[in-house]
């Protein structure tokens, strides 16, 4: 089975250390991921750092983010201003939701020269705007919510044209809510979750920032223990090579709860 690794870089920090230590992690071991890309302010650091205005994580760690393209990663846009996606998207309107895509979208050309083949939405979080934009743009797919299986997303009666590849395993802080979960075994806790058999195959999402563990030795565990039970990791578009795309059923886009009380965007019931 084929398990797609998404990385979402959503702040200056993970974009300076995380970013370059995560690339050469999978440079050891020959991997590709896809990498979710914020551009826009950071919002996150400190107060004193934004008195002239958030630092644009584009321009802070311009070198690093070349350096995704040149070693062959696939490349995908998330929220221009990830914090204020976080926050905000959920009830948004789409003049907001297009400021929150148009202007990244405009950096992302203007850095790699080519349209970015994916968006991922940070913290799970949508509005049926989103759906409709990435139909507009085109888009080879998406990773924006929590699921099962490939599918076509319908959000308050708009029909998105872009397949969704949802990211099926609980994230790191997400697994460290579990009872009985730690920082020494929570590659367990993720790798026991991936053993579910699903048609299109699973995806993981991490995040370039995390933090409070030993980040980078709990991602190189997982990488070893798909590798020895003979998964093929690869980008998250990968997953799309097996499947019928003109048969992909139509799901609503639901919402959950997530483990520290708040809500995330989920596949739901068929559609159709």
């Known amino acids: 089975m084929r398990v797609g690794i998404g990385i979402q870089v959503g702040t200056i ?5 995380g970013l ?5 992690l999978l440079g050891e071991y020959d991997l590709k991921a896809t990498w979710f ?3 826009g302010p950071d919002r996150s650091v400190p107060w004193w750092q934004r008195m002239a205005g958030a630092p644009f994580i584009s321009d802070t760690a311009r070198e690093g983010l070349l350096r995704l393209a040149k070693e ?3 490349l995908g846009l998330a929220p221009f201003d990830a914090v204020r996606w976080h926050d905000e998207a959920a ?13 990244g979208l405009d950096i992302y050309r203007r850095m790699f020269r080519q349209d970015p083949c994916c968006f991922g939405a940070n913290g799970m979080q949508v509005n049926p705007f989103l759906f409709d934009i990435e139909s507009d743009l085109e888009l080879k797919f998406a990773s924006d919510v929590l699921g099962q299986t490939a599918f076509l997303p319908r959000a308050q009666r708009v029909d998105g044209e872009v397949p969704q590849l949802p990211v099926t395993l609980p994230s790191v802080a997400e697994a460290l809510h579990e009872r009985g979960v730690n920082e020494d075994n929570v590659h367990e806790y993720i790798f026991d979750a991936s053993q579910k058999l699903l048609v299109s195959g699973h995806v993981w999402r991490i995040d370039a920032e ?10 190189e565990k997982m990488l070893v223990m798909w590798r020895g039970s003979r ?8 997953l799309l090579a097996p499947l019928d795309l003109a048969g992909l059923r139509r799901h609503q886009i639901g919402w959950q709860r997530d483990a520290e009380g708040g809500y995330v965007a989920a596949q739901s019931v068929a559609a159709d």
């Not at 920090?13 to 250390?17: K, R, T, V, W």
């Not at 009830?91 to 202007?103: F, G, K, L």
């Not at 995390?210 to 991602?219: K, S, T």
């Open 37 to 39: 890309l914020s551009l």
């Open 72 to 74: 062959g990663h696939e």
């Open 210 to 219: 995390a933090d409070g563990i030993d980040f980078i030795d709990m991602v």
């Open 231 to 238: 998964r093929e990791l690869g980008p998250v578009s990968t």
């Open 13 to 17: 920090e993970g974009a300076l250390y």
């Open 91 to 103: 009830h948004a309107d789409r003049a907001w939701t297009e400021r929150q895509v148009r202007p």
């Open 20 to 24: 370059p230590a995560l690339l050469d």
